[in-house]
T-cell receptor, first 116, second 111 residues
Framework: NAGVTQTPKFQVLKTGQSMTLQCAQD?????MSWYRQDPGMGLRLIHY???????DQGEVPNGYNVSRSTTEDFPLRLLSAAPSQTSVYFC???????????????FGPGTRLTVL | SQQGEEDPQALSIQEGENATMNCSYK?????LQWYRQNSGRGLVHLIL?????REKHSGRLRVTLDTSKKSSSLLITASRAADTASYFC???????????FGKGTTLSVSS
């Protein structure tokens, strides 16, 4: 199993450009999430999905769009990049626990994005 | 706002010493999880403690949970240089549909 994969690993954009960060998992997990990590801020939840066709906003959704057409893929779109979106982006997946809540979450290696 | 908050923000110890970090959270939980992040990499799951458990062990890790105080602690015994990393606690969001993380504790273990 490859686990959670993310592409690209690094990206530099100019202000106003758009792009898509790719995320895929091969563990048949229902739950997938996108986080951004900034120095001193920990991980903040951008968007998440509890299954194919179902997405919802997290703590910091503005400027980002997601869709979940398959169980495996959960791309994150930056609509018009801004310098404030310079960050490290992590995708993660997990399955629901039979006892309620989430089982352990598996993370991708991250995408380092710089917006000039 | 973030659900969990770790304390302290940073911790420096010598090899062989124990490291304790704390997490406070705001809403009800099914379980609480701890993760480790080595510099620049993705997070790795360490341990999960359920809301009806008070203590759990895994190797040199000991986690406690006090649901009445909405707090948890992670103890790493006999620390090694390889334990140098950031540690995060995670709990569910209010809707129970995603995990949210605190800001983390940065642990530095020197030899």
């Amino acid at each position: 199993n490859a686990g959670v994969t993310q592409t690209p690993k690094f990206q530099v954009l100019k202000t106003g450009q758009s792009m898509t960060l790719q995320c895929a998992q091969d563990m048949n997990h229902e739950y997938m999430s996108w986080y951004r990590q900034d120095p001193g801020m920990g991980l903040r939840l951008i968007h998440y999905s509890v299954g194919a066709g179902i997405t919802d906003q997290g703590e910091v959704p503005n400027g980002y769009n997601v869709s979940r057409s398959t169980t495996e893929d959960f791309p994150l779109r930056l609509l018009s990049a801004a310098p404030s979106q310079t960050s490290v982006y992590f995708c993660a997946s997990s399955s629901p626990s039979q006892r309620g809540g989430h089982n352990e979450q598996f993370f991708g290696p991250g995408t380092r994005l710089t917006v000039l | 706002s973030q659900q969990g908050e770790e304390d302290p923000q940073a911790l420096s110890i010598q090899e062989g010493e124990n490291a304790t970090m704390n997490c406070s959270y705001k809403t009800s939980i099914n379980n609480l999880q701890w993760y480790r992040q080595n510099s620049g990499r993705g997070l790795v799951h360490l341990i999960l403690i359920r809301s009806n458990e008070r203590e759990k062990h895994s190797g040199r890790l000991r986690v406690t949970l006090d649901t009445s105080k909405k707090s948890s602690s992670l103890l790493i015994t006999a620390s090694r240089a390889a334990d140098t990393a950031s540690y995060f606690c995670a709990t569910r969001n209010q809707a129970g549909t995603a995990l949210i993380f605190g800001k983390g504790t940065t642990l530095s273990v020197s030899s």
